[in-house]
């Protein structure tokens, strides 16, 4: 589908200043491009559909588009101009399992695939609940128990409990903009979404971190003034250990586990993709790639605690445990004053997935540029939502908040 933006992808073939490359593809305005081709844009492995066609019925409230939403800045809107001023892509809301509203801007469509980023982590702790139902884990041991090569690493002295809660005290940082940290020199080249002259061109026996997985065993050190368990903070290397563990100990790729218990017997519409790294292994953190509706169709099955087409894909116990708060959950995410200070919403994080109001069971996937899987079951609502805002550290962002306001409005009815 050819793009709507006039200075992107303009042309057959594009001109020079419109064309989108893997330098430019995550910045505006190539990202609204980028974003929904990253089979083009980097190397992805398929997650094959499988199974019935989803019952998804269309029951459209056609007042929704009109209703007036305030944003972050107090500006009264309607969704539909609201979406559109804040960079959505896709938008969708899913209400006693039918769509009751579902918009697309920018050239995006129901069929177009698009990148979830750190969503994929709240996927990749789904997939490692499911390896427990074969594999005995225990969450109070070191990850180091389950892979050597971590053995002498900061991941040999936390608990995977703390690893999914990102409170593993590492002395590594998410650093999206200075392209002086080691976030821009040596992990995004090696995860494969980030571009650094000539990295695309580093060969195995040329360089000591190849692929992410050397930069876990390798790179990482124990953060010296923090323990383990004591303080959240977001680090998208604990969601690669995750995802290392499942391929190491169901013996398959990630991307092959998560089809065959996940994606294929949810029954979606589409195949899926998933970025895989520099040495071709999936990207844990924020590679997954789907439909706006398949990413819907997971918030349901999330909902619905891990049962669809009649089979129990995933334990029920531990979808309730990420639900679960103990007074340990918020003191942990209340110690970060960066998120505490931007009055975000969400009480805590855990297992890898944003909580907003436990007794609701109101929480979700979140994505940087604005990608959200939104899950209410209080109001038994699921709204899937694409976006394309101009930069990553956007969680407090106009953009972001006032798209995350609206969700939290259409779910009360």
Known sequence: MKHKHPDVMNGF????????????????????????????????????????????????????GKRQFKDANGKMLGLDDLLA?????????????????????????????????????????????????????????????YIDELAGSAF?????????????????????VD????????????????????????QPEGTEIYGVYDFLARYIKPEAHNQPGDTFEYNSANADLIGWMIARLSGMPLHEFIARHIWSPLGTNHDAAIVVDRAYMPVATGGMTSTLRD??????????????????????????????????DEQRYARNTIYTDAGLPWRYYKNMWWILDPEKQEYGAVGIHGQVIYINGSTNTVIAQFSSQPTASQAGSVQFLSKLLAMREIAKG
């Not at 392209?179 to 580093?202: H, M, W």
């Open 13 to 64: 073939p594009a001109t020079r200043e419109s064309q989108v490359t893997f330098a430019n593809y995550n910045r505006p305005p190539f990202n609204t491009w980028g974003f929904w081709n990253m089979d083009s844009v980097a190397h992805t492995a398929m997650i094959p559909r499988g199974g019935p066609l989803p019952d998804l019925t269309s029951n459209p409230d056609t007042s929704l």
């Open 85 to 145: 001023e804040h960079n959505a892509d896709g938008f969708l809301v899913l209400r006693d399992n039918q769509i009751i509203y579902e918009n697309y801007f920018n050239g995006f469509s129901e069929h177009s695939r698009h990148i979830w980023y750190s969503m994929t982590k709240s996927l990749v702790s789904i997939a490692f609940g499911v390896l427990r139902e074969s594999v005995d884990i225990d969450l109070a041991d070191s990850p180091a128990k």
């Open 156 to 176: 040999e002295r936390t608990t995977i409990q703390d690893v999914l809660n990102h409170a593993s005290a590492i002395a590594f940082k998410e650093n999206y």
């Open 179 to 202: 392209p002086e940290s080691e976030f821009i020199r040596y992990y995004a080249p090696a995860l494969g979404l980030g571009f650094v002259p000539g990295a695309q061109d580093v």
């Open 295 to 328: 990413a819907a169709l997971f918030g349901q099955l999330i909902l619905n605690r891990g049962k669809a087409n009649g089979q129990q894909l995933i334990p029920a116990q531990w979808i309730d445990e990420t639900l679960n708060l103990d007074a340990t």
